[in-house]
């Protein structure tokens, strides 16, 4: 990306062997940075001030494990911005990892088919008792007998406590502690690709969390000439953007490198505000894909985007990020107001068949007519886009989590209505994606769940949820966010599958699944094989698909 | 645009005939508007509330002339946004105006070549002793001498006090009472048409000017969601946005219906924040251009850029903007800094002879590559943009005016650089454009000026100029703005022309005119057949084109 030799290598410490590690932070703010080792012995290092404000330097006698601070101008002492590990909370020490040290067994693993992808979102945290990889990799069978083929991990870099989404993550190259760290991760990718499961992370390049986050000490990773949704927008496009972009770049790179992971899906692409001739999104993409490429496997980016913008997916020789896929809310937004007739907030735009059946259509309901929940026209159409680089749902951890009480669609339909659901999503052309639980009807709730060290900031949160569901005329009770009692009941409660009737619902998805891959008329992406109907004054939605001539 | 029937009409106030008046105003914030008509009698309308914010209604016994307030919620008085002309400036009452009425005689003009355009910048203000349309129009046989084929007229809309750049506009529809009112640029434009010299408009639809700007009353035509070098950013996607659009969108087509207007220079589209998979700038071309193909005519869309992003003149089938051509400031810095020797602000990134090599053969010199003044690599290659998409120019008000002192060229270049000036510019393959006064050496400076009533701001721009310039360094005296004389300096001296050596600069610059019109390897646009080689340590740009095989 640059001639500058810094640059080409990955920030943070990288065990080099033998005892040897390469400490790399863009730090242009500081003058001097220091590595201070706190374990297993007090050391203070001399990193030397390289182009553009990067801080390097490569020493003996570290062995991984080890832990250590960064020092800025010997004033401010700051864990590692692209910290591998943090073994005592966000707060805490950085370690030095060795990444290479695995023994993978997945030589022979040739990364997912874009044609035949089936998704399932899960949150580590919640899926299991444990709430940990290896925990998750007990399950993989039963998610390979379900019948999907590749996990959607929800984000796993570190964040403030235990019990998070993962949203409000600060170290975006370290694995949450409590979830088993960065040899936990590596577990479980190898046991999914030892079992055919591909595994594509949740990663967030829109922001940081606000406890633990110490970049602005470092340099310009913020900027104030964009608000966002969550506070500071990150500084994609200003001074110091090229630094900043490789940062995530690099992350991404990390990633599918040392954890073999399959893709990514990155969050909130719409609030990455970044007005460059050669916007991060495409970069991003581009690297990602090349990295591939040089490993001899396929990745998949698949982007959650609200912006109804075909750019997202189109090719950078048109123009676009060149995403091999994106989220589809509005396929959701039209199943979900015909099976529970919710019409509050975004449901506004929807509710008729006509919805569904564009959404079936196009991808998108919203092409550029008039929301009015939106005040404006929104969307634009992505005619030329082919089914498959969409993924559609009837749930997700947003849509379930950001409701009051995280009620699942279980709670807020019928029975039938959670079966209309299945064969809506799993037998469309688009890719389908499920939300851990949702295969057997889970009632638990997933609702919206932290636990800040910082008192001030957890008092904060939990008055902040109250305030939010006040403002939009909630009454009920809003669970606290802080409160662990809010975690556990979000838990999976596992056993269900077996009961009744849960299985038959259960036994459905498998069914459905199946079909889907098995039926050469389901198995065509091709949309000018499909003929939509919606018959609104009936009711009725109306699909034919078919194969061949 | 929309099945509202308000929105397809024009806003503001529009003469029907016999007396009849249309008035029509998004204004989504008050539950009620009033117009006050305050002459030639007092009267108070109700104007009945329409879909989307509109208010609108067709009142009789109004004739062109009258003077009007809106009444909004019968509390806030004030101009209408939309005013076609504020007799009194920007405080005072709004006038009805009949832009029907003027005896046009232009019609078998075709509309501008793109080809083989050359255009002239121009301010009105200080182009004449008198500072008016009228007085412009007794030139124009002497540009047409020149070999010009295009006037570029800086912004006429409305701004405070008498004396301007135009950049401070606050009515967007309104033609500046001391240039001529709306009477005169329809007086000029027809005189143009006559002599077969084009017309474009600057426009500024990133922003408004601070004094008399009173859109926020009405509606959200600003947003906070991004912040602008001029403070709130227009509301180009938010809610509320696609009423935003209409306003200025339907202001274009009002220039092009009822001024005959050729086209447009599009103000700093940088600042035009917006994020919607339909922006903006792609309406704005494409409804210009529909109107154009409507009237019969070529129209010409000129974007000023500091993106060095082909995104914003590419068609939006590959994802662009579909402008025909941009302002080129790489060119001029390159040629600027080779002139001048001077290397302060973003003239860092220039001064060597392989810049301005590499703006001949792309367009931008920064096509990717690192820039030391932005602290970010910038810009993308615009390889397939034909050569006539790129403006040129070694002056412009901005290059002038921006400086503490508003020196121009010939200020600080030998008589031989204003020669080699106008040759690079011109016998290059791009479209020349020529700052007022540039042609024969005009020695008055170009100073910013500004006359705001108010006095609070007009102290409050004096201060800002001298700190702005202090924060640079700058030690020198910096002319105060809103000091009459500052204007007056920077009127044109006419009568150099005449004068030796102005006359022998004013010789050449007319003979490279009617050389690249007449020699088909200077009219030829194709840079497939140009050569271009900068020899650095000679100090030679060696330069070759070629017409045919």
Not at 258 to 282: N, Q, T, Y
Not at 322 to 337: I, K, M, N, P, S
Request: glycine share 10%; net charge neutral.
């Amino acid at each position: 990306m640059d001639a500058n030799p810094a640059t080409g290598e990955c920030p943070g410490a990288v065990y080099l062997g033998d005892g040897r590690c390469r400490f790399l932070v863009w730090a242009p703010l500081a003058g001097q940075v220091n590595v201070r080792i706190v374990s297993p012995r007090e050391r203070i290092l001399n990193l030397k001030r390289q182009k553009r404000g990067y801080h390097r330097g490569v020493f003996e006698d570290i062995e991984p494990g080890s832990l250590y601070f960064y020092l800025l101008d010997k004033e401010k002492e700051r864990p590692d911005p692209a910290s591998r590990h943090q073994p005592e909370g966000v707060h805490g020490p950085s370690r030095v990892v060795d990444t290479g040290a695995y023994a993978w067994t997945d030589q022979c693993w040739p990364g997912p088919s874009r044609r035949d992808l089936a998704l399932y979102e899960l949150h580590v945290g919640t899926f299991t008792p444990e709430g940990t990889f290896d925990a998750v990799t007990a399950q993989l069978d039963e998610l390979k007998a379900l019948g999907i083929n590749t996990l959607e991990i929800m984000p796993v870099a570190q964040f403030p406590g235990s019990r998070n989404w993962g949203y409000d993550g600060v170290y975006p190259y370290a694995v949450q502690h409590s979830y088993g760290g960065p040899e936990g991760l590596q577990r479980l990718v190898n046991a999914c690709h030892g079992k055919g499961l591909a595994v594509i992370l949740d990663v967030v390049y829109n922001h940081l969390g606000p406890e633990g986050n110490y970049l602005a000490d470092f340099g310009p990773y913020f900027t104030n000439r964009y608000t966002g949704p969550w506070g500071a927008a990150v500084n994609f496009d200003g001074p110091g953007s090229d630094e900043v972009r490789r940062f995530f770049i690099q992350n991404a790179l990390y990633w599918l490198t040392g954890f073999h992971l399959d893709g990514f899906r990155v969050d909130a692409v719409h609030a990455i505000k970044d007005f460059s001739a050669r916007p991060f999104l495409e970069e991003l993409n581009s690297a990602v894909h090349r990295r591939g490429e040089r490993l001899g496997k396929r990745v998949y980016m698949l982007a959650e985007s609200d912006l109804n913008d075909p750019r997202v997916i189109l090719p950078p020789v048109m123009g676009g990020y060149g995403f091999d896929a994106q989220w589809t809310d509005d396929f959701h937004h039209a199943l979900h107001t015909l099976l529970t007739g919710e019409r509050d907030g975004y449901y506004h735009d929807f509710g008729g068949l006509r919805h569904l059946a564009r959404a079936f259509g196009r991808g998108y309901v919203y092409t550029g007519q008039y929301s009015e929940y939106r005040q404006r026209r929104h969307g634009r159409s992505p005619r030329i886009c082919p089914a498959r680089q969409f993924v559609v749902f009837a749930q997700n951890h947003d849509q379930v989590g950001n409701r009051a009480c995280g009620e699942r669609l279980a709670a807020l339909t019928s029975f039938d209505g959670l079966k209309l659901a299945a064969c809506t999503v799993i037998l469309s052309p688009f890719v389908p994606l499920i939300f851990m639980g949702e295969e057997y009807g889970e009632t638990a709730p997933f609702q919206y769940f932290t636990s800040h060290p910082d008192p001030r900031l957890a008092a904060a949160v939990s008055k902040g949820r109250r305030q939010e569901f006040a403002a939009f005329g909630w009454e009920g009770a809003v669970p606290d966010p802080q409160d662990e009692n809010t975690f556990l009941r979000s838990r999976l409660n596992y056993g269900l599958r077996s009961r009744h009737p849960n299985r038959v619902l259960y036994a459905l998805y498998r069914q459905l699944l199946q079909l889907r891959r098995e039926l050469p008329a389901l198995a065509d992406p091709d949309r000018e094989n499909m003929e939509v109907l919606g018959l609104e004054p009936e009711n009725v939605l109306f699909i034919r698909r078919w194969s061949g001539a």
